[in-house]
């Protein structure tokens, strides 16, 4: 109980910082909680992390995961045991092609609570991408190193599923939640698209979502410049992908002979009238709303830049007067990251391919794209569609979940609602109308989030542990535990 009016308490404070219009908004929240609190008979307890967290941490990053082909099975079976060495049951949803994904809940203890309260899903992918050559240390070791811990999934995204499963195993330890059920899942696929996790699940389970409120995932955008943290950024909308396959056949032969008809030429010249078609700059609703958001807490040309975008994208050349990176918010991207064709310098190959990674705005209308992409492609030039994703809506910034991120990470710094390039699997939850927000409970320096997707990806210990708890917060809070 004292726990929950410290929350409040702290709520208040952000309030008084900011607007009374502000204020206004979150009081209805403040009194939720305050009466969720009477619930709870428990003295305030220390949220720290279990200290088991960060040896299952440096485990779960020696387990190889890279996905394809994935191998989520022997991930699921390491998280399934903790659990169940705490007393938790749990279920392994395993799709038709073997990819396995983990579920388990907690239901709430409070007299009457859970019939209308909803579930909260705390959601993490257990693939990752592909190492790649070139680290300073193996991949997959899990390394400590000089206050860092090293791996390929230490930012994306195994740390944020340690961190929920120590939050999830603080409330059980604390008797469970106490107003509302709180679902562990740890998914397969989400670094292909997700079809045979996130995606597969609600399709094949939708039983076991029929309840929720709510979806915490990755994708929260905090900004740190210098080691001061700016604002913590809550994903509520992405990107749409659209990922393409284009293939092109043609005559081979030696490479000495003329042959401009080539399928690496075709493929070549396709791709060219591709990236130079031009550029259709707009500024949708998602991402006004986003660099609105973040104005105050950035520069007077930042701030300026905000305030003339609609004039700006009229422009012949906006990357001119934009800041650097805004683009991205700004446009339906084109990126052409796998070409494959012949591997001898004097044989001409008879077939060309690449993979095209295209990411949407929120109002983009895939089907004019793909009948864009077709005609400057050509016609000698076939087209498969490998991912694509219907449009959503973006997760409501008056739920009680969004309101709580906001009263409990607001004291350390503002909460803004985040527009992302990238895409995740809340955009799954998002189409059938379930607010899903990107969250990460740690504050991370550009060196740490230049790691994702890169080379030498690693999380200061420092960072992780301060993480945990903030998460264990964060879920405690919203639980109404």
Known sequence: MVEVRMVAQRGLRFGDRRSETLRSRLLPTLMVIMVLSLLSSCAKESLA????????????????????????????????????????????????????????????????????????????????????????????????????????GAVDAKSLGIAQLA???????????????????????????????TGWLLDSYPELFADTAAVLGEGGANRVVAGRHFWWG?????????????????????????????????????????????????????????????????????????ADLDDIVQD?????????????YLLDTIQINVIETGHLINVVPKQA????????????????????????????????????????????????????????????????PAFIPGVTDARYFRQIGVPAYGFSPFVLSAQETRGIHSVDERISRSAFLKGLEVYSEVVTACSGS
């Open 49 to 152: 992390a279990p200290p088991e967290a960060l040896g299952w941490f440096v485990d779960y990053l020696r387990i190889d995961t890279t996905n394809p082909p994935g191998r989520e099975q022997a991930a699921a079976e390491f998280l399934r045991q903790i659990l169940h060495r705490h007393g938790i049951a749990t279920r392994l949803l395993v799709t038709p092609a073997g990819r396995t994904n983990l579920y388990a809940r907690l239901e709430p203890t409070a007299p009457g609570a859970g019939s209308s309260a909803g579930a909260l899903v705390l959601n993490h992918h257990m693939d990752v991408v592909p190492p790649g050559p070139d680290w300073s240390v193996e991949p997959f070791s899990g390394l400590e190193k000089d206050g860092w811990i090293w791996g390929r």
């Open 167 to 197: 939050a999830f195993l603080e409330l059980h330890r604390r008797g469970g939640p106490k107003v509302r059920p709180v679902v562990y899942l740890a998914v397969a696929d989400e670094e292909q698209g997700g079809a045979q996790g």
């Open 234 to 306: 809550i994903e509520t909308a992405q990107k749409r992908p659209l990922w393409l396959k284009v293939t092109t056949h043609g005559r081979g032969g030696h490479g000495s002979m003329l042959n401009p008809a080539s399928a690496p030429h075709q493929l070549t010249l396709g791709l060219a009238r591709l990236l130079n078609r031009p550029r259709d700059f707009r500024v949708t609703p998602e991402a006004r709303r986003y660099l609105e958001a973040v104005r105050p807490f950035q520069s007077d040309y930042f701030g300026k830049m905000v």
């Open 316 to 328: 012949e050349s906006p990357n001119e007067r934009l800041f650097p990176g805004v683009a991205n």
């Open 353 to 416: 391919s690449a993979r095209i990674d295209i990411r949407l705005l929120p109002d983009a209308d895939e089907k004019a794209m793909l009948e864009e992409v077709r005609e400057l492609l050509g016609d000698r030039i076939e087209l498969e569609v490998l991912l694509s994703s219907s449009k959503a809506e973006a997760s409501p910034l008056d739920s009680e979940i969004y309101r709580c991120l906001e009263l409990v990470l607001g004291e350390s710094a503002p909460v803004v």
